[in-house]
């Protein structure tokens, strides 16, 4: 089938840490790869994007790489600041399944 | 301004009361979708549209129903609402399925009693 799990949250930082959440992917086909984050009482946003293998997207300071062979999509940042607190999920599209699936999230806090 | 919106924002009903929730896109997509989230379990897909009058399910279509008569609007319908539909609900939609932002409503948080 298919699916995306990332690490369990909350994920505590100090400001200018560096910051890596894991995401990785099942799918059955070729998929589009997105991050996107949920601020608190808001929906959902898109950070970035990725549709093929190799492909690096990047917003924000935020980049993840779509790594066909581990099948991984990773989210770093290099230094993260208090405004990035937030719930960040990973998630793929299939073009032949008509459907977006969406990790459970990974909540970050970032601490002054 | 281009945005998917929701209604209500917050609902409160009991068990069975038929509840309608809408939502509207101002932006020509023909993709649109319902998602509920819920603790640890991330966004689940209930529904989605392709296009007018195409509908499909998602992976958590029981006890929803929904419509999509207009390109702009596409809403989700509980029949006989139950206690384990509580959840926090959003509408969602992209130009198109693949490579494409979805943009999200605001979401809509109902309590079923």
């Known amino acids: 089938g298919n699916s995306v799990t990332q690490m369990e949250g909350p994920v505590t930082l100090s400001e200018e840490a560096f910051l890596t959440i894991n995401c990785t992917y099942t799918?059955?086909?070729?998929?589009?790869l997105f991050w996107y984050v949920q601020y608190p009482g808001e929906g959902l946003q898109l950070l970035l994007k990725a549709t093929k293998a190799d492909d690096k997207g990047s917003n924000k300071g935020f980049e993840a790489t779509y790594r066909k062979e581990t099948t991984s999509f990773h989210l770093e940042k290099g230094s993260v600041q208090v405004s990035d607190s937030a719930v960040y999920f990973c998630a793929l599209s299939l073009y032949n399944f008509n459907k977006f699936y969406f990790g459970s999230g990974t909540k970050l806090n970032v601490k002054p | 301004e281009a945005q998917v919106t929701q209604n209500p924002r917050y609902l409160i009903t009991v068990t069975g009361k038929k509840l309608t929730v809408t939502c509207s896109q101002n932006?020509?997509?023909?993709?649109m979708s319902w998602y509920r989230q819920d603790p640890g379990l991330g966004l689940r897909q209930i529904y989605y549209?392709?296009?007018?009058?195409?509908?499909d399910k998602g992976d958590v279509p029981e006890g929803y129903k929904v419509s999509r008569k207009e390109k702009r609007n596409f809403p989700l319908i509980l029949e006989s609402p139950s206690p384990n539909q509580t959840s926090l609900y959003f509408c969602a939609s992209s130009l198109r399925i693949t490579n494409h932002e979805q943009f999200f409503g605001p979401g809509t948080r109902l309590t079923v009693l």
């Open positions: 549209s392709m296009n007018v009058e195409v509908t």
């Open positions: 932006m020509n997509h023909e993709y």
């Open positions: 799918a059955t086909g070729y998929p589009s």
